[in-house]
C-alpha cells in the first residue's frame, strides 16, 4: 500500500501521543490516543490500564471493560495486560470523510467501585486513496479562433484523503497549443486549460493530451484523465458567467421545488449564437441531478427533493452554459450550496445493560446500566439533557456530557414489585426540542425461602383395570411462591412396597408436569386401591420439598364371565320331580357366582330353552327353579332345560347349564346324594364273586360267545388299558349301568395307579353337559359315586 513510510512514522509515534486531559473527583477522567488508520488488527494502541494507574491485578478484580460508542467494536482491551490495541479495521475516510479532525470516542469502565473514563481515540490520516477523476475521458471542444488565454474549466478529480493528503496540483502533457492553470475554489484545487496560441483546426483539428492530478502525501498518488479536444470553427465568443463560484446557504427543511439561486451568463455575438442554455456539466456526480434542478432558459436553480444536514453539509457542482450556434461554445462555473442545520433528529440512545436482574438484597448504588446518547444535530440541536421517570427505586446520574449512569437509591422488596421498568427520557435543546423515550426494565430477582406446596393434601384418580400401560390416570399440581430456579419443580414417587413390590413398579410421574401414568395393566380382583405419597422438590440452592398423599382407586371392568358352581342332582345327572308335584314346587336351585363387583357381578338367571314352555319357572335373582303347573299325562317323563346366567354389565357375560328333570310316580324313592356307597360297593363285589363262579362252569363255547360279547360292547383302547383282563362282574356292573342310563354312552377309563380300586366312568348326556363319576372300592371312601361336572370343574 502506498503511504507506509508515513504509516510507520505514525505507529512509532502512536504512544508518545497519549497524555491524559483532566480526572474528574478523582473518579471519572478523560484520556486521548492518536492511531494511524489501516493499522492491522492487534495493533498496539496504548497501555491504557497503566495510563489510568490500573494494575494488572485490578484490571480483573474490577471487570475492566471499553464500551464503544459506535455500532462497532472496533478498539478492544487485553483484560490480562491492560493493553489497548485495534480489533477492526479502521477506515478513517469511512468513518469521518474528508472532516479535518475525526475522533473515535469509547468508555472505559470499571467496577468495585464503578469509575468510568471518556477514551478519545484520534484517527490519523494516511494517503492510502488516489485521485480520481469523475470520468476518465474529457472531451472539449473550441474554436479556432479563440484567443490566447481563453480558458476552459476541466473537471477536478476527486481524492477520499484528507486536505494534507488531498489533490494538490495537476500536470498536464507538454504541447505548443494549451498551459494549464490551477485556481483555487475555496478549499479545492481546480485545473483550467488556457489557450497558450492561435489554434488552426485546418492545420490540427484534434489535440489528444493527458491531465494528471497528484496529491500531497508522501509518496504522493496520482489519477489521470485523458483529455480530447476538438477544434471547431467560426462562433468565437463563448457565454461569459457573472462569478465563476455561485454561493448560496439554506436550511436542510427548505421544501421540495423551492429556487435557490439564479446563474446568469452573457454572450457578446447577437442572434442564435446569443442564445444560452443553461446545464449541468456531465462531471458533476450522479447525486446532483437528483436533488437539484436547472432551468435550461432562466439558469435558475430549484430543489428537486429534501435536504438533509446529516448526509452532506456541503453540495458543489458544475453548470455549463451553451450558446445557440452549431457547434455552441459554452463556458462553466461553480456553484456551491451550504446546508444549515435545523433541529430534525431526535436523540439516539444507547443502553449498556450491566445487570438487567439484580437480588433484591443489592446494596444502594448498585449499577444497572449506562446510557449514551448521542443528536446527529450540531450545536444547542445535538446537546441533550436526560431524565427518568419517578417512583421508581433508582436514580439517574450524569457521567459527562451525554452520558449517564443508571443506580438504585433504596432498598428493593421483589414480594412487592418482582419488576420495575424505568423511563429513561432524552430531550436535546433545539427549538422546538426533540426527545427519546426508552424504557429499561429491571427484573428483581429472589432468594429460595418459599417450599413447593400442593393445591391440596390428598389427591383420588381413577383406573379402570384391565388400562393399556402408559395410560394416563391424574396429575397433581404444586405451586411454588417463588420465580426463576427456584420455582422451577419437579416430582417423584417416594418409594414405599405395595404388594411386596415398589411403587414405581406400578406407576410413573412426569417430573415436569406431575402426571401420573401406569406402569402395567390393574386386575381389580387382586387389586382395589393403591395409596403413595408424591414428592415435589424445587431446584433452589439449597432446595425445598412437600409431599401429597395420592390414592388410586381402580374400578371394575365387566370381565369375569359368571360361574354356576353348583344344583342338586341325581346320581346319574338327573333331576326327579313326582308327577303330583303342585305348583310351586322347589325343583333345584341354581348356584353362580361372579369374580367382578358392582353391577358387574350382579346376576340374572333365565330358562333359554326348555322341552315343555310353561311347565318350570326360574327366579331371575335366586335361580330357584320351581314347577308351575302338574305334570300332565301329555308331558314327557324327561324335560331338558337350558338355564343362563347372565351378570350386568356391559356388555354383559353369561355362562349356561343344561339340566334334565325326571318325573316320577309318587312313592318311587331317590336318594339324589347317596349317602351309603359303602354297601352298595360290597353288595355289587357279592354279586360279582358269584357271577364268577357260575361262569367258570359254563362250558368253552359259552365262554367264547361271552368273550365275543364283551369285546363287542367295550371299546378296544380300554380294554387294551386293562391289560386285556376283564372280570365277568365288571362286565354285569357296565351292562347294569347302562340299563339305568339308556341315553348315557359310557366308556371306561382305567388309572393304573389305583387299580383295580378306582373304576372311572365318563358319560355324555345331550345337549351341553358330562359327568364323570369315579367308582372306588370300599376301604378308599364312602362315596361310591362322585358326579363332576364342567361348571362345577
Known amino acids: 500500500m502506498a503511504g507506509t513510510g508515513i504509516l510507520n512514522v505514525l505507529r512509532h509515534s502512536a504512544t508518545s501521543s497519549i497524555f491524559l486531559l483532566c480526572l474528574w473527583n478523582m473518579i471519572f477522567g478523560q484520556i486521548r490516543y492518536s492511531i494511524p488508520e489501516e493499522l492491522e488488527r492487534g495493533a498496539f494502541v496504548g497501555k491504557i490500564g497503566k495510563d489510568l494507574g490500573l494494575s494488572i491485578e485490578e484490571l480483573s478484580r474490577r471487570k475492566f471493560t471499553i464500551v464503544s460508542v459506535s455500532t462497532k467494536r472496533y478498539l478492544d482491551v487485553n483484560p490480562m495486560n491492560g493493553i489497548l490495541f485495534v480489533n477492526a479495521r479502521i477506515d478513517r475516510e469511512q468513518l469521518c470523510g474528508q472532516r479535518d479532525s475525526c475522533t473515535l470516542l469509547m468508555e472505559a469502565l470499571t467496577e468495585n467501585p464503578v469509575e468510568l473514563y471518556r477514551v478519545e481515540i484520534e484517527i490519523l490520516d494516511i494517503n492510502d486513496n488516489s485521485p480520481i477523476f469523475p470520468s476518465k475521458e474529457i472531451h472539449l471542444e473550441i474554436t479556432e479562433t479563440a484567443t490566447r488565454g481563453v480558458r476552459f474549466l476541466l473537471e477536478r478529480a476527486h481524492d477520499a484523503d484528507a486536505v494534507n493528503n488531498s489533490v494538490s496540483t495537476y500536470h498536464l502533457t507538454p504541447n505548443k497549443h494549451f498551459v494549464l492553470d490551477i485556481r483555487n475554489r475555496g478549499k479545492w484545487k481546480v485545473p483550467e486549460l488556457v489557450v497558450d496560441n492561435i489554434l488552426d483546426r485546418e492545420t490540427q483539428s484534434r489535440h489528444n493530451l493527458l491531465l494528471t492530478a497528484l496529491d500531497g502525501g508522501s509518496p504522493e498518488r496520482s489519477g489521470t484523465a485523458h483529455v480530447t479536444i476538438i477544434i471547431l470553427d467560426t462562433n468565437d465568443n463563448p457565454p461569459v458567467f457573472d462569478n465563476l463560484l455561485y454561493t448560496v446557504s439554506v436550511k436542510e427543511d427548505v421544501p421540495p421545488n423551492t429556487s435557490l439561486i439564479e446563474l446568469k451568463a452573457t454572450d457578446l455575438d447577437e442572434g442564435k449564437n446569443a442564445e444560452i442554455i443553461y446545464s449541468f456539466s456531465n462531471y458533476n456526480e450522479p447525486r446532483v441531478t437528483e436533488i437539484f ?224 401414568y401406569s406402569e402395567r395393566p390393574f386386575d381389580y380382583e387382586q387389586i382395589k386401591s393403591i395409596q403413595f405419597q408424591v414428592r415435589v422438590q424445587d431446584a433452589g440452592l439449597p432446595s425445598l420439598s412437600s409431599t401429597a398423599v395420592v390414592q388410586v382407586i381402580v374400578l371394575d371392568q365387566n370381565d369375569n364371565p359368571p360361574t354356576i358352581t353348583s344344583w342338586k342332582a341325581t346320581r346319574h345327572g338327573t333331576l326327579h320331580v313326582p308327577r303330583s308335584a303342585d305348583p310351586g314346587y322347589l325343583v333345584t336351585k341354581i348356584i353362580a357366582s361372579d369374580a367382578d ?70 312313592g318311587i324313592t331317590y336318594q339324589p346324594d347317596f349317602k351309603e356307597p359303602r354297601q352298595d360297593l360290597k353288595e355289587t363285589q357279592k354279586l360279582s364273586f358269584y357271577l364268577i363262579i357260575s361262569l367258570g362252569t359254563i362250558s368253552f363255547i359259552l365262554l367264547l360267545v361271552i368273550i365275543v360279547l364283551v369285546i363287542a360292547v367295550c371299546p378296544l383302547g380300554s380294554s387294551a388299558a386293562l391289560g386285556g383282563v376283564w372280570s365277568f362282574a365288571d362286565f354285569c356292573c357296565t351292562r347294569e349301568l347302562e340299563r339305568q342310563h339308556s341315553n348315557v354312552n359310557p366308556h371306561v377309563i382305567t388309572d393304573f395307579q389305583v387299580l383295580p380300586s378306582v373304576l372311572e366312568v365318563h358319560s355324555k348326556v345331550s345337549l351341553t353337559d358330562t359327568y364323570r363319576y369315579k367308582i372306588r372300592s370300599a376301604p378308599e371312601s364312602s362315596d361310591f359315586f362322585t358326579p363332576n361336572s364342567p361348571e362345577m370343574a
Open 293 to 516: 434542478a436547472i432551468n435550461p432558459t432562466t439558469g435558475v436553480i430549484q430543489l428537486k427533493e429534501g435536504l438533509d444536514f446529516e448526509e452532506a453539509n456541503v453540495y458543489e457542482f458544475h453548470v455549463e452554459a451553451k450558446d445557440g450556434n452549431v457547434p455552441p461554445l459554452m463556458t462553466h462555473c461553480s456553484v456551491q450550496v451550504d446546508i444549515t442545520d435545523v433541529n430534525d433528529n431526535a436523540p439516539n440512545l444507547t443502553l449498556t445493560s450491566v445487570s438487567s436482574t439484580v437480588n433484591e438484597d443489592v446494596s444502594s448504588g448498585t449499577l444497572i446500566a449506562l446510557i449514551s446518547v448521542t443528536d446527529k444535530d450540531s450545536n444547542d440541536n445535538g446537546y441533550v439533557d436526560c431524565s427518568i421517570s419517578p417512583a421508581v427505586p433508582f436514580e439517574l446520574k450524569f457521567s459527562f456530557r451525554n452520558s449517564y449512569k443508571l443506580i438504585t437509591n433504596t432498598a428493593l422488596d421483589r414480594e412487592i414489585a418482582p419488576q420495575h421498568k424505568v423511563i429513561v427520557t432524552c430531550k436535546d435543546r433545539g427549538i422546538p426540542p426533540l426527545f427519546t423515550n426508552r424504557t429499561i426494565v429491571v427484573n428483581i430477582s429472589d432468594i429460595n425461602d418459599n417450599a413447593p406446596r400442593f393445591t391440596q393434601p390428598t389427591y383420588t384418580a381413577y383406573v379402570t383395570e384391565n388400562n393399556v400401560p402408559g395410560s394416563y390416570i391424574g396429575s397433581v399440581t404444586a405451586l411454588d411462591l417463588d420465580i426463576g430456579r427456584n420455582a422451577q419443580m419437579s416430582y417423584c414417587i417416594v418409594e414405599n412396597d405395595l404388594q411386596s413390590m415398589p411403587a414405581s413398579s406400578f406407576l410413573y410421574i412426569n417430573s415436569n408436569n406431575g402426571s401420573i
Open 597 to 666: 363387583s358392582g353391577k358387574n357381578a350382579q346376576l340374572s338367571f333365565q330358562l333359554k330353552q326348555t322341552s315343555n314352555p310353561g311347565l318350570f319357572i326360574i327366579s331371575q335373582s335366586s335361580g330357584e327353579i320351581k314347577s308351575v303347573r302338574r305334570f300332565k299325562d301329555s308331558d314327557a317323563s324327561t324335560q331338558e332345560l337350558i338355564v343362563q346366567v347372565k351378570d350386568n354389565g356391559y356388555p354383559a357375560l353369561s355362562a349356561s347349564t343344561t339340566l334334565t328333570l325326571t318325573a316320577i310316580e309318587q
